[in-house]
C-alpha cells in the first residue's frame, strides 16, 4: 500500500503541475520531473518484487479508478523508462540542483540499471547497449565518483558522498535519544 501511495502523490503532482500558477518554470520542470522520478524508481521496485501490478497513472478520483487491472510487465517496463526519460529533461544539472533532491544524472544512473535488468542474460539484447549508453552520460560529466574508503559507503560513517545516486535519509535515534 505505501508504494501505491506514493504513485498516487506522484500523479497528484505530475497531473497538479499542468494547472499551477508557479511562475518560475524550471521549478515547475524539478518538481514535475522529481515526481516522474519517484514514479519510475516506485514502479522499478514495485514490477521487480510482483512482475505484472496496476498501473495507476492518473489521480483517483473514485474507488473504481483505483482497482486497475494488473498491467504486462513489458508496459510496466514502458512507464517507468518514460517516467526516468521525462525526468532526465526537466531535472536541473547537478549544479543548479536543489540539496537533497534528484538531478538529472540521478535520473540517468537508474535509467541505466533499468536496462541493466531489462537486458538481463540475453546475449545480444538492445539493452545492453542502452544501458552502456545511459551510464557513460552518468560517467562523462563526473558527478559521481568512487570513494577511496569502505568506510565511506557505509551510512554510520558518511552521507550523501560522492557515490551516493540517491538515498532516502531517515531519522536515526541512538538509544540515549529515545
Request: aromatic share 10%; with cysteine; net charge negative.
Amino acid at each position: 500500500n505505501g508504494m501505491y501511495e506514493t504513485v498516487r502523490i506522484a500523479n497528484d503532482i505530475i497531473d497538479g503541475m499542468k494547472s499551477s500558477t508557479i511562475s518560475v518554470e524550471s521549478e515547475k520542470n524539478r518538481i514535475t520531473g522529481e515526481a516522474h522520478f519517484i514514479r519510475g524508481l516506485t514502479y522499478f521496485n514495485l514490477v521487480r518484487l510482483f512482475g505484472k501490478v496496476s498501473l495507476v497513472t492518473q489521480p483517483v478520483l473514485d474507488y473504481n479508478e483505483a482497482q486497475a487491472p494488473r498491467a504486462d510487465v513489458s508496459a510496466v517496463y514502458t512507464l517507468i523508462i518514460d517516467d526516468l526519460k521525462a525526468a532526465y529533461g526537466m531535472l536541473p544539472l547537478p549544479a543548479d540542483k536543489v540539496e537533497g533532491h534528484p538531478h538529472r544524472y540521478a535520473a540517468q544512473a537508474l535509467l541505466a540499471k533499468v536496462y541493466l535488468t531489462l537486458a538481463g542474460n540475453t546475449e545480444g539484447s538492445e539493452y545492453w547497449q542502452k544501458a552502456y549508453d545511459a551510464a557513460k552520460d552518468v560517467y562523462d560529466h563526473g558527478e559521481y565518483k568512487l570513494g577511496s574508503s569502505v568506510c565511506k559507503t557505509l551510512w554510520q560513517c558518511q552521507q550523501d558522498n560522492a557515490e551516493s545516486i540517491f538515498e532516502i535519509q531517515l531519522l536515526r535515534l541512538s538509544i540515549a535519544d529515545a
